[in-house]
């Protein structure tokens, strides 16, 4: 589909979905009243921007007040097949015919085809990820599934040499761990395994961690991107340029503080609105940032990219006026291998932002003022906002811990 014709398209599905989810879902009905929104106030992407954007705590409290699924479902309860429960908790509708394109389309990006052997190793209890919507998208291909789970890596390996098993769906993770159990137990991972084909989410993919993978088992891997709530949002194709935006979604990338549209190239939260009758999302902020872009891929695939996640909202803030993200404070560590760790404080003094890039180095007789200018020059490139490089003995950054520091209080 041309830009034109999947622009008509999105807008002609988005006006069938606000119709059926104002008449079958009471919390959309509810939302859009408030918002003082008819059904037909929404002709357009554009017109989205009229309806508040409904947050996962939101979610969480409606579905608390009115148990199970806080009204969001846009069929009567009886005609579920299951109810999934997400991390929160919260919990998702599982309707009977799973007719979602997303997660099928970025499988098949990565190489997955009919007849393939494929092993599941997504957990199949409570989150709808491995049974509803990576087995459904697998059979919708045509590949046969191994549903396996998580964990026994050695009964895995067995699996994967015994069944000669071509695809793998799980974490990028979890398919180290099956590299380092059939090492130790002797197997060569490209002559005793045909793995061929990788397709990883839930987990965010470094490319050395990709590349190394790739090499060892002499396989492809893409990842996809999505929630529980909107299943898929993004998959990677062979260019490996950006996810491409599944055409059974609108996304929208905006400005978090005022729900606006942002354009192409523009950094902020991703918005999505699904087609599905039983969980009719409308406008699902996902709390994750990202930029959009419409440049055609060499892969002849039409649809709009998200390039990188860069990190969360609730991480992301306002320096000086500038909209700064933890996806910048990677950019920049990425640019200097002697960087083990680093993160950005913000605080504020005589009324004005100060931002403090704090820094472990790999080996502390590394610093010198060369290296503290250098990175404060890439500070100013990426994030556009002036910093000062301040280097910290090892062990005061914690592991796993925020990449910006807000400690500015407001008085
Ligand atoms: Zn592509």
Same mark, same amino acid.
């Given at each position: 589909?041309?830009?034109?014709?999947?622009?008509?398209?999105?807008?002609?599905?988005?006006?069938?979905?606000?119709?059926?989810?104002?008449?079958?879902?009471?919390?959309?009905?509810?939302?859009?009243?408030?918002?003082?929104?008819?059904?037909?106030?929404?002709?357009?992407?554009?017109?989205?921007?009229?309806?508040?954007?409904?947050?996962?705590?939101?979610?969480?409290?409606?579905?608390?007040?009115?148990?199970?699924?806080?009204?969001?479902?846009?069929?009567?309860?009886?005609?579920?097949?299951?109810?999934?429960?997400?991390?929160?908790?919260?919990?998702?509708?599982?309707?009977?015919?799973?007719?979602?394109?997303?997660?099928?389309?970025?499988?098949?990006?990565?190489?997955?085809?009919?007849?393939?052997?494929a092993i599941n190793t997504f957990?199949y209890?409570?989150?709808?990820?491995a049974m509803?919507?990576v087995d459904?998208?697998l059979?919708?291909?045509?590949?046969?599934t191994i549903p396996t789970g998580?964990?026994?890596?050695?009964?895995?390996?067995?699996?994967?040499?015994?069944?000669?098993?071509?695809?793998?769906c799980?974490?990028?993770?979890?398919?180290?761990?099956?590299?380092?159990? @059939? +090492?130790? &137990?002797?197997?060569? /991972? #490209?002559?005793? %395994?045909?793995? =061929?084909? $990788?397709?990883?989410? @839930? +987990?965010? &993919?470094?490319?050395? /961690? #990709?590349?190394? %993978?790739?090499? =060892?088992? $002499?396989?492809?891997?893409?990842?996809?991107?999505?929630?529980?709530?909107?299943?898929? %949002?993004?998959?990677?194709?062979?260019?490996?340029?950006?996810?491409?935006?599944?055409?059974?979604?609108?996304?929208?990338?905006?400005?978090?503080?005022?729900?606006?549209?942002?354009?192409?190239?523009?950094?902020?939260?991703?918005?999505?609105?699904?087609?599905?009758?039983?969980?009719?999302?409308?406008?699902?902020?996902?709390?994750?940032?990202?930029?959009?872009?419409?440049?055609?891929?060499?892969?002849?695939?039409?649809?709009?990219?998200?390039?990188?996640?860069?990190?969360?909202?609730?991480?992301?803030?306002?320096?000086?006026?500038?909209?700064?993200?933890?996806?910048?404070?990677?950019?920049?560590?990425?640019?200097?291998?002697?960087?083990?760790?680093?993160?950005?404080?913000?605080?504020?003094?005589?009324?004005?932002?100060?931002?403090?890039?704090?820094?472990?180095?790999?080996?502390?007789?590394?610093?010198?003022?060369?290296?503290?200018?250098?990175?404060?020059?890439?500070?100013?490139?990426?994030?556009?906002?002036?910093?000062?490089?301040?280097?910290?003995?090892?062990?005061?950054?914690?592991?796993?811990?925020?990449?910006?520091?807000?400690?500015?209080?407001?008085?």
């Amino acid at each position: 589909m041309d830009s034109e014709k999947r622009f008509e398209y999105l807008n002609r599905r988005l006006r069938g979905i606000a119709q059926y989810a104002y008449k079958h879902s009471p919390a959309i009905k509810n939302k859009m009243d408030a918002a003082g929104v008819k059904p037909r106030d929404i002709q357009t992407v554009k017109d989205l921007e009229k309806l508040p954007i409904t947050k996962k705590t939101e979610l969480m409290e409606l579905q608390k007040k009115n148990p199970p699924l806080g009204g969001f479902e846009g069929v009567p309860l009886h005609a579920l097949r299951r109810i999934y429960i997400s991390p929160g908790p919260l919990y998702e509708p599982g309707e009977t015919e799973y007719d979602e394109l997303g997660w099928a389309q970025g499988m098949y990006a990565a190489g997955f085809r009919p007849g393939d052997i494929a092993i599941n190793t997504f957990s199949y209890h409570m989150v709808p990820f491995a049974m509803q919507m990576v087995d459904n998208s697998l059979f919708r291909i045509g590949c046969i599934t191994i549903p396996t789970g998580v964990g026994n890596t050695e009964q895995q390996v067995n699996i994967l040499k015994n069944l000669r098993v071509k695809a793998f769906c799980g974490t990028p993770s979890f398919l180290l761990n099956l590299a380092e159990k @059939a +090492e130790e &137990l002797g197997l060569d /991972l #490209r002559k005793d %395994l045909i793995l =061929r084909v $990788g397709f990883v989410a @839930a +987990e965010m &993919l470094s490319e050395s /961690l #990709r590349s190394e %993978l790739e090499e =060892r088992f $002499g396989m492809i891997i893409r990842q996809g991107y999505g929630t529980a709530d909107i299943r898929c %949002l993004g998959y990677e194709c062979m260019e490996k340029n950006g996810m491409h935006i599944p055409d059974d979604k609108i996304v929208e990338i905006v400005d978090p503080q005022t729900g606006k549209q942002l354009g192409p190239g523009k950094t902020g939260e991703i918005v999505a609105t699904t087609f599905d009758r039983s969980y009719p999302l409308i406008r699902f902020g996902t709390g994750d940032l990202s930029t959009l872009t419409e440049t055609r891929c060499p892969c002849g695939r039409t649809s709009p990219r998200l390039l990188k996640i860069l990190g969360r909202v609730d991480q992301a803030t306002k320096v000086r006026g500038l909209f700064i993200h933890p996806g910048q404070v990677d950019d920049v560590a990425a640019r200097f291998p002697q960087i083990a760790r680093c993160r950005v404080r913000i605080t504020r003094s005589a009324h004005k932002d100060e931002m403090t890039f704090l820094i472990e180095l790999t080996g502390e007789e590394g610093q010198s003022d060369k290296l503290r200018e250098g990175i404060e020059r890439s500070v100013r490139d990426i994030m556009k906002v002036r910093g000062e490089v301040q280097f910290v003995p090892k062990g005061t950054i914690p592991d796993g811990g925020k990449k910006i520091e807000d400690q500015r209080t407001w008085e």
